[in-house]
């Protein structure tokens, strides 16, 4: 199960707390971390933070950083593989200033790590961070290659989009695998009874299975009794500029995206704002929605501009592009349903 709250107020800054329930273990991810994003977050649910993916680094996504620093500057490697953060390049240069932004005379009895990705286009270049150091030093770990794909588990997947915002802005898109689950209609039409056979059907046995010891072909039970469900997912794109070019480009990246958390910087009549500074008016985004045939599209990061009277605007423009347009929970004092 996958659920995704955002943090922050309308024309304040925004973030994104993503909770990945496997049923076994529970992953946390956390896009962006603008200032005051985290005060609702209890402490202890801070610290159970897995990965941070930055868009970018302006002040307005990294300015809470420090209570997240805070909460978990030393988690050491060997209970959690230490803290993993992701962002566009440049994003290890710049943390690296926060990180050596304080007085660390105990820094000897220290044991956290973190691990800092800079994601370009094509690759990925690592840097270690060590707190035994004050973080003086970034250890180099290395470049690898990537084709979109930047984080794989069991549990989930994440990819980096490539966007434009006076530099490199990173657009995320998180997943849920697929899953295999039992039609218990024809499961019973057959007249069979559950069991641990249930388990090797879906994980691929092959040729003739033991079925509470009847032998049955496995790939015609295959065909008759499992499905394939899809798993849930999200795509989080934020303070970029989206040309006819880029909805072209973007739309068939975001094909089969459950919920789409969108910045809807600018009302229509400020296009020309939003195109000098290089945001995305509301309809805009709505038409990228559409394009991309995502299922919901919940709007952020709102121009500080806007007085809280003009806010239904946005709603309105963008729902009479895409219906399926939403703001976050109680953002016009209503509640709305989440992913």
């Not at 897995?50 to 868009?55: E, I, K, N, P, T």
Request: charged share 20%; hydrophobic share 45%.
């Amino acid at each position: 199960m996958l659920k995704v709250d955002v943090l922050g107020r309308p024309a304040e800054d925004n973030a994104l707390w993503a909770t990945l329930d496997g049923g076994q273990s529970q992953t946390r991810l956390l896009l962006d971390c603008g200032a005051g994003t985290l005060d609702a977050l209890p402490f202890g649910t801070v610290q159970a933070v897995d990965a941070v993916l930055f868009s970018h680094l302006h002040m307005d996504h990294v300015g809470g950083f420090d209570t997240l620093f805070r909460a978990i500057f030393d988690r050491p490697a060997a209970a959690t593989g230490g803290n993993q953060v992701w962002g566009p390049p440049g994003t290890a240069r710049i943390l690296s200033h926060r990180f050596r932004g304080y007085w660390w005379n105990h820094a000897p009895e220290l044991g956290g790590v973190w691990h800092v990705h800079d994601v370009h286009e094509d690759h990925i270049h690592s840097y270690r961070f060590e707190t035994h150091e004050a973080f003086e030093v970034a250890h180099d770990e290395g470049v690898r290659a990537h084709d979109g794909l930047i984080l794989e588990t069991p549990q989930f997947s994440v990819e980096a989009l490539q966007l434009h915002h006076h530099g490199v802005s990173l657009g995320y898109i998180v997943r849920e695998p697929g899953r295999m689950t039992v039609n218990t209609g024809a499961l019973a039409e057959l007249g069979l009874k559950p069991g641990a056979w249930l388990a090797k059907l879906k994980a691929g046995a092959e040729g003739l299975l033991d079925v509470n010891g009847v032998a049955h072909d496995a790939a015609a039970l295959k065909a008759h009794l499992l499905e394939h469900t899809a798993g849930q997912s999200f795509a989080y794109l934020t303070d970029f500029v989206l040309t006819p070019a880029e909805r072209e480009r973007l739309a068939p990246r975001l094909a089969g995206v459950q919920t789409l958390y969108l910045e809807a910087q600018y009302l229509p009549e400020d296009a020309p704002l939003a195109e000098r500074h290089q945001h995305t008016t509301v309809e805009q985004g709505a038409t990228l929605a559409a394009a991309a045939g995502v299922e919901k599209l919940v709007l952020l990061h709102l121009s500080r501009r806007y007085r809280p009277e003009r806010w239904p605007e946005f709603l309105a423009v963008a729902q009479a592009i895409f219906p399926a347009t939403e703001f976050p929970i109680g953002w016009l004092g209503e509640s709305v349903a989440g992913l």
